[in-house]
Nanobody, 121 residues
Framework: QVQLVESGGGLVQPGGALTLSCTAS????????MGWYFQAPGKQREFVAT???????RYADSVKGRFTISRDNDKNTVYLRIDSLKPEDTAVYYC???????????????WGQGTQVTVSS
């Protein structure tokens, strides 16, 4: 089956940097956009960034300047680099993607399981 798996989360000191990865696998015909959301304690899940298959990106206003999204289409992988980490960045980060699966060829949105990022000294 189609799935997305995130990696790269962990405990980081304020001011540090972190790069998250998310890889799609399974019987896939096409991946369109890939993106990231985060959910902080006590808050709703929020949009972070998205990137299309040919490169254009879009960011939430709150993360512009510190967050960078990129992707490697040959690896079916999307990345999120976070610079100058702040305690308020602490959240579960979720990957998503618009995917056309082989066995039921209609585009649908898939989500990863999430990876915890904790920013603390």
């Amino acid at each position: 089956q189609v799935q997305l798996v995130e990696s790269g989360g962990g405990l980081v000191q304020p001011g540090g940097a972190l790069t998250l990865s998310c890889t799609a696998s399974g019987p896939i015909i096409k991946i369109y956009s890939m993106g990231w959301y985060f959910q902080a304690p006590g808050k709703q899940r929020e949009f972070v960034a998205t990137i299309t298959s040919d490169g254009p990106t879009r960011y939430a206003d709150s993360v512009k300047g510190r967050f960078t999204i990129s992707r490697d289409n040959d690896k079916n992988t999307v990345y999120l680099r976070i610079d100058s980490l702040k305690p308020e960045d602490t959240a579960v980060y979720y990957c998503n993607a618009e995917i056309v699966p082989l066995l039921y060829p209609e585009v649908d949105t898939y989500w990863g399981q999430g990876t915890q990022v904790t920013v603390s000294s």
